[in-house]
Protein backbone atom coordinates (compact mmCIF):
# COMPACT_ATOMS: atom_id res chain seq x y z
CA UNK A 1 0.00 0.00 0.00
CA UNK A 2 1.31 2.98 -1.05
CA UNK A 3 0.03 7.04 -0.39
CA UNK A 4 0.15 8.85 -3.98
CA UNK A 5 -1.61 11.23 -6.15
CA UNK A 6 -1.71 11.54 -10.19
CA UNK A 7 -2.05 14.43 -12.04
CA UNK A 8 -5.02 12.41 -13.75
CA UNK A 9 -6.71 12.90 -10.75
CA UNK A 10 -7.20 16.80 -10.76
CA UNK A 11 -9.79 17.56 -13.54
CA UNK A 12 -11.93 14.85 -11.69
CA UNK A 13 -11.63 16.19 -7.86
CA UNK A 14 -12.26 19.65 -8.03
CA UNK A 15 -14.98 20.61 -5.32
CA UNK A 16 -18.36 21.69 -7.00
CA UNK A 17 -19.19 25.09 -7.71
CA UNK A 18 -22.58 26.20 -6.22
CA UNK A 19 -23.82 27.00 -9.45
CA UNK A 20 -23.39 23.11 -9.91
CA UNK A 21 -25.02 22.52 -6.28
CA UNK A 22 -28.92 22.16 -7.47
CA UNK A 23 -27.20 19.37 -9.91
CA UNK A 24 -25.45 17.77 -7.66
CA UNK A 25 -28.26 17.60 -5.15
CA UNK A 26 -30.26 16.51 -8.23
CA UNK A 27 -28.34 13.36 -9.21
CA UNK A 28 -28.21 12.90 -5.41
CA UNK A 29 -31.68 12.55 -4.87
CA UNK A 30 -32.36 10.41 -7.88
CA UNK A 31 -29.68 7.98 -6.58
CA UNK A 32 -31.59 7.75 -3.18
CA UNK A 33 -34.70 7.48 -4.75
CA UNK A 34 -33.59 4.11 -6.69
CA UNK A 35 -32.12 2.84 -3.78
CA UNK A 36 -34.97 3.29 -1.89
CA UNK A 37 -37.37 1.37 -4.14
CA UNK A 38 -34.97 -1.64 -4.79
CA UNK A 39 -34.61 -2.11 -1.23
CA UNK A 40 -36.28 -1.29 1.94
CA UNK A 41 -37.02 2.54 2.17
CA UNK A 42 -35.08 2.48 5.63
CA UNK A 43 -31.42 3.16 5.88
CA UNK A 44 -31.02 1.34 8.66
CA UNK A 45 -32.25 -1.93 6.38
CA UNK A 46 -30.75 -1.28 3.18
CA UNK A 47 -27.19 -0.63 2.78
CA UNK A 48 -27.04 0.99 -0.85
CA UNK A 49 -29.83 3.69 0.37
CA UNK A 50 -27.71 4.08 3.77
CA UNK A 51 -24.78 4.91 1.44
CA UNK A 52 -26.51 7.35 -0.71
CA UNK A 53 -28.25 8.99 2.52
CA UNK A 54 -24.77 9.52 3.99
CA UNK A 55 -23.33 10.98 1.09
CA UNK A 56 -25.48 13.45 0.52
CA UNK A 57 -25.16 14.40 3.60
CA UNK A 58 -21.64 14.95 2.86
CA UNK A 59 -22.63 17.03 0.49
CA UNK A 60 -24.98 19.14 2.98
CA UNK A 61 -28.12 18.06 0.74
CA UNK A 62 -31.30 19.68 3.52
CA UNK A 63 -32.66 16.56 5.12
CA UNK A 64 -36.00 17.43 3.82
CA UNK A 65 -34.61 16.97 0.16
CA UNK A 66 -33.11 13.77 1.70
CA UNK A 67 -36.71 12.90 3.39
CA UNK A 68 -38.86 13.28 -0.15
CA UNK A 69 -36.60 11.86 -2.21
CA UNK A 70 -37.31 8.34 0.17
CA UNK A 71 -40.86 9.44 0.34
CA UNK A 72 -41.49 9.58 -2.95
CA UNK A 73 -40.12 5.75 -3.55
CA UNK A 74 -42.11 4.25 -0.63
CA UNK A 75 -45.00 6.34 -2.13
CA UNK A 76 -45.17 4.12 -5.63
CA UNK A 77 -45.20 7.66 -7.72
CA UNK A 78 -42.66 9.45 -9.67
CA UNK A 79 -40.78 7.72 -12.64
CA UNK A 80 -38.95 4.84 -12.69
CA UNK A 81 -35.55 4.90 -13.12
CA UNK A 82 -33.05 2.53 -15.22
CA UNK A 83 -29.34 1.85 -14.23
CA UNK A 84 -27.50 1.94 -17.73
CA UNK A 85 -24.12 2.50 -18.14
CA UNK A 86 -22.25 3.44 -21.41
CA UNK A 87 -18.61 2.89 -22.69
CA UNK A 88 -16.76 4.78 -25.50
CA UNK A 89 -13.24 5.87 -26.20
CA UNK A 90 -12.26 9.47 -25.99
CA UNK A 91 -9.57 11.94 -27.64
CA UNK A 92 -6.27 9.86 -27.64
CA UNK A 93 -7.98 6.38 -27.20
CA UNK A 94 -8.65 7.56 -23.56
CA UNK A 95 -11.43 4.76 -22.05
CA UNK A 96 -14.60 6.51 -20.96
CA UNK A 97 -17.04 4.49 -18.42
CA UNK A 98 -20.52 6.61 -17.97
CA UNK A 99 -23.09 5.30 -15.57
CA UNK A 100 -26.50 6.46 -15.78
CA UNK A 101 -29.82 6.79 -14.26
CA UNK A 102 -32.62 7.17 -16.75
CA UNK A 103 -36.36 7.41 -17.62
CA UNK A 104 -36.06 7.20 -21.15
CA UNK A 105 -33.67 4.85 -22.57
CA UNK A 106 -34.01 6.16 -25.85
CA UNK A 107 -33.11 10.32 -24.94
CA UNK A 108 -29.92 9.14 -23.03
CA UNK A 109 -28.53 6.84 -25.58
CA UNK A 110 -29.06 9.16 -28.06
CA UNK A 111 -27.18 12.15 -25.88
CA UNK A 112 -24.67 10.28 -24.85
CA UNK A 113 -23.65 8.80 -28.16
CA UNK A 114 -23.83 12.72 -29.15
CA UNK A 115 -21.64 13.99 -26.73
CA UNK A 116 -19.54 11.67 -27.77
CA UNK A 117 -18.76 12.35 -31.21
CA UNK A 118 -19.32 16.16 -30.96
CA UNK A 119 -16.06 15.96 -28.58
CA UNK A 120 -13.52 13.25 -30.66
CA UNK A 121 -14.83 10.32 -29.16
CA UNK A 122 -16.72 7.24 -30.00
CA UNK A 123 -19.36 5.61 -27.70
CA UNK A 124 -18.59 1.92 -27.70
CA UNK A 125 -20.50 -1.71 -27.26
CA UNK A 126 -21.19 -2.38 -23.88
CA UNK A 127 -17.60 -4.03 -22.25
CA UNK A 128 -16.10 -2.83 -25.05
CA UNK A 129 -13.86 -0.62 -22.27
CA UNK A 130 -15.52 -1.93 -19.50
CA UNK A 131 -12.39 -5.20 -19.19
CA UNK A 132 -10.15 -2.31 -18.57
CA UNK A 133 -11.46 -1.42 -15.36
CA UNK A 134 -12.31 -3.20 -11.59
CA UNK A 135 -14.96 -2.64 -9.88
CA UNK A 136 -13.63 -1.14 -6.44
CA UNK A 137 -15.09 0.95 -3.25
CA UNK A 138 -13.58 3.97 -2.66
CA UNK A 139 -13.84 6.16 0.45
CA UNK A 140 -13.23 9.60 0.81
CA UNK A 141 -11.88 12.18 3.70
CA UNK A 142 -11.09 15.38 3.44
CA UNK A 143 -7.46 16.40 4.93
CA UNK A 144 -8.78 17.54 8.15
CA UNK A 145 -9.48 14.03 8.78
CA UNK A 146 -5.70 13.35 9.47
CA UNK A 147 -2.04 13.23 8.60
CA UNK A 148 -1.07 10.62 5.46
CA UNK A 149 0.20 8.91 8.09
CA UNK A 150 -3.28 8.21 9.72
CA UNK A 151 -5.37 8.14 7.75
CA UNK A 152 -2.23 5.27 6.11
CA UNK A 153 -2.59 3.65 9.64
CA UNK A 154 -6.45 3.30 9.74
CA UNK A 155 -6.90 2.27 6.70
CA UNK A 156 -4.46 -0.87 6.76
CA UNK A 157 -5.92 -1.46 10.46
CA UNK A 158 -10.13 -1.38 8.66
CA UNK A 159 -8.39 -3.84 5.94
CA UNK A 160 -8.29 -1.31 2.88
CA UNK A 161 -6.38 -1.94 0.10
CA UNK A 162 -4.60 1.68 -1.04
CA UNK A 163 -4.14 5.25 -0.09
CA UNK A 164 -4.01 8.11 -2.12
CA UNK A 165 -3.41 11.40 -0.53
CA UNK A 166 -3.23 14.84 -2.49
CA UNK A 167 -4.16 18.44 -1.74
CA UNK A 168 -7.99 17.69 -2.38
CA UNK A 169 -8.25 14.97 0.12
CA UNK A 170 -7.57 11.08 0.97
CA UNK A 171 -8.97 8.47 -0.82
CA UNK A 172 -9.26 5.18 0.52
CA UNK A 173 -9.20 2.17 -2.33
CA UNK A 174 -10.99 -0.94 -0.51
CA UNK A 175 -12.97 -4.22 -3.03
CA UNK A 176 -15.93 -3.67 -3.92
CA UNK A 177 -17.21 -6.51 -1.48
CA UNK A 178 -15.53 -4.88 1.94
CA UNK A 179 -16.05 -1.45 0.68
CA UNK A 180 -19.12 -1.05 3.66
CA UNK A 181 -17.38 -2.93 5.95
CA UNK A 182 -13.84 -0.89 6.02
CA UNK A 183 -16.15 2.26 5.86
CA UNK A 184 -17.68 1.39 9.37
CA UNK A 185 -13.98 0.52 10.92
CA UNK A 186 -12.62 3.32 9.51
CA UNK A 187 -15.70 5.70 10.53
CA UNK A 188 -14.78 4.37 14.30
CA UNK A 189 -11.17 6.10 14.08
CA UNK A 190 -11.53 9.14 11.33
CA UNK A 191 -14.94 10.45 11.54
CA UNK A 192 -18.01 10.12 8.95
CA UNK A 193 -16.57 9.67 5.33
CA UNK A 194 -17.49 12.51 2.37
CA UNK A 195 -18.11 9.92 0.77
CA UNK A 196 -18.42 5.98 0.28
CA UNK A 197 -19.27 4.92 -3.53
CA UNK A 198 -18.34 2.00 -5.92
CA UNK A 199 -16.09 3.40 -8.98
CA UNK A 200 -14.30 2.25 -11.58
CA UNK A 201 -10.41 1.95 -11.35
CA UNK A 202 -8.70 1.86 -14.51
CA UNK A 203 -6.19 -0.90 -14.20
CA UNK A 204 -3.98 0.84 -16.41
CA UNK A 205 -3.76 3.97 -18.11
CA UNK A 206 -3.38 6.19 -21.39
CA UNK A 207 -1.42 8.84 -21.40
CA UNK A 208 -2.74 12.13 -23.25
CA UNK A 209 -0.84 15.55 -23.89
CA UNK A 210 -2.67 19.25 -23.15
CA UNK A 211 -3.78 19.67 -26.62
CA UNK A 212 -6.24 16.73 -26.31
CA UNK A 213 -6.55 16.91 -22.91
CA UNK A 214 -8.63 20.26 -23.20
CA UNK A 215 -10.70 18.21 -25.42
CA UNK A 216 -11.41 15.35 -23.38
CA UNK A 217 -11.78 17.46 -19.99
CA UNK A 218 -14.74 18.77 -22.49
CA UNK A 219 -16.42 15.64 -23.39
CA UNK A 220 -16.37 14.67 -19.66
CA UNK A 221 -17.43 17.75 -18.37
CA UNK A 222 -20.53 17.70 -21.41
CA UNK A 223 -21.29 14.17 -19.76
CA UNK A 224 -20.80 15.35 -15.95
CA UNK A 225 -24.04 17.79 -16.73
CA UNK A 226 -26.37 15.72 -18.30
CA UNK A 227 -29.76 15.33 -15.54
CA UNK A 228 -29.48 11.86 -16.74
CA UNK A 229 -25.61 10.76 -15.91
CA UNK A 230 -24.18 9.90 -12.38
CA UNK A 231 -21.09 9.38 -12.94
CA UNK A 232 -17.85 9.36 -15.39
CA UNK A 233 -14.95 7.16 -15.35
CA UNK A 234 -11.78 7.08 -17.47
CA UNK A 235 -7.73 6.10 -17.41
CA UNK A 236 -6.20 8.83 -18.99
CA UNK A 237 -2.63 10.01 -17.68
CA UNK A 238 -1.30 13.67 -17.96
CA UNK A 239 1.93 14.72 -16.77
CA UNK A 240 2.09 17.71 -13.85
CA UNK A 241 3.30 19.71 -16.70
CA UNK A 242 0.11 19.11 -18.78
CA UNK A 243 -2.46 19.22 -16.24
CA UNK A 244 -0.73 22.86 -15.09
CA UNK A 245 -1.26 23.79 -18.74
CA UNK A 246 -5.19 22.87 -18.15
CA UNK A 247 -5.65 24.60 -14.83
CA UNK A 248 -4.33 27.64 -15.72
Not at 21 to 38: D, H, N, Q, Y
Not at 84 to 93: D, H, K, L, T
Not at 186 to 208: C, D, F, H, M, R
Request: net charge negative; glycine share 8%; proline share 3%.
Amino acid sequence: MAGHSHAKNIMHRKGKSDAARSKVFSKLAREITVAAKLGMPDPAFNARLRLAVANARAQSMPKDNIDRAIKKASGGDGENYDEIRYEGYGPGGVAIIVETLTDNRNRTASNVRSYFSKNGGAMGETNSVGFMFDKVGEITYPLSAGSEDKVMEAAIEAGADDVESDEEGHYITTSFEAMVEVAAALEKVLGEAESVKAVWKPQTNTPIDAEKGATLMKLIATLEEDDDVQNVYSNFEMSDEDAAKLEA
